[in-house]
């Protein structure tokens, strides 16, 4: 079945530093991917994504390359702000499918 | 426009009591989903809605479980018995549906529902 695999544990950081959070997916199909940010006591918001092979999502200073030979899709900032601190989750879609599976998710804290 | 809207925001219960909660999409969008949230298993899918076509349902986890979509639009969807397993962030997402492009299926979602079963 389809699944996604996000790194283990929070990531904490100070403020202007680079961010990558690691993203891999075992899918049947061609799927699209999906990074979602959960601010803290809000929902689920979309921050980008990618439906083909070799696609660079982008979105508020967030890019993330949908890699098939690697089957992954990780999350970078390069500079990242107080502001960004938030859960992060990647999900993919697959073709014929139309439910989300989402990875466990990332807790980013960015410290001052 | 207006997002997808969910109420209660809260919702305390005791265990044994059914709950109801109620899922508004954006205006236009015609599948539905919802999904629970909760720490020990993420994110997980429970129910599709694509127009009139029959939900998937593939996923409740039990049949104390259960949604309505009335007119294709307002979604609800009820615990029966509830346990204190059921504890959870209940979200509501939709999407354009099967009306072509890769915008049909992005998935948008709501505030959520936090359901606590005492």
């Known amino acids: 079945g389809n699944s996604v695999t996000q790194m283990e544990g929070p990531v904490t950081l100070s403020e202007e530093a680079f961010l990558t959070i690691n993203c891999t997916y075992t899918?049947?199909?061609?799927?699209?991917l999906f990074w979602y940010v959960q601010y803290p006591g809000e929902g689920l918001q979309l921050l980008l994504k990618?439906?083909?092979?070799?696609d660079k999502g982008s979105n508020k200073g967030f890019e993330a390359t949908y890699r098939k030979e690697t089957t992954s899709f990780h999350l970078e900032k390069g500079s990242v702000q107080v502001s960004d601190s938030a859960v992060y989750f990647c999900?993919?879609?697959?073709?014929?499918?139309?439910?989300?599976?989402f990875g466990k998710g990332n807790q980013v804290v960015v410290i001052p | 426009g207006a997002g997808v809207s969910q109420s209660p925001s809260n919702k305390v219960t005791e265990k044994g009591k059914d709950v109801e909660l109620r899922c508004d999409p954006i205006?236009?969008?015609?599948?539905l989903y919802w999904y629970r949230q909760s720490l020990g298993q993420g994110l997980e899918f429970l129910i599709y809605?694509?127009?009139?076509?029959?939900?998937?349902k593939s996923g409740l986890p039990s049949d104390r479980f259960s949604a309505e979509r009335t007119g294709g639009s307002v979604s609800t969807l009820t615990i029966q018995r509830t346990q204190q397993e059921d504890s959870a962030v209940y979200l509501c997402?939709?999407?354009?549906?099967?009306?072509?492009?890769?915008?049909?299926?992005?998935?948008?979602f709501g505030p959520g529902t936090r359901l606590t079963v005492l």
């Open positions: 997402a939709s999407s354009l549906g099967s009306s072509g492009g890769t915008e049909s299926y992005t998935q948008y």
């Open positions: 899918a049947t199909g061609y799927p699209s």
């Open positions: 990618a439906t083909k092979a070799d």
């Open positions: 999900a993919l879609r697959d073709y014929g499918n139309n439910r989300l599976a």
């Open positions: 205006s236009g969008h015609t599948a």
């Open positions: 809605f694509q127009g009139n076509s029959a939900p998937d």
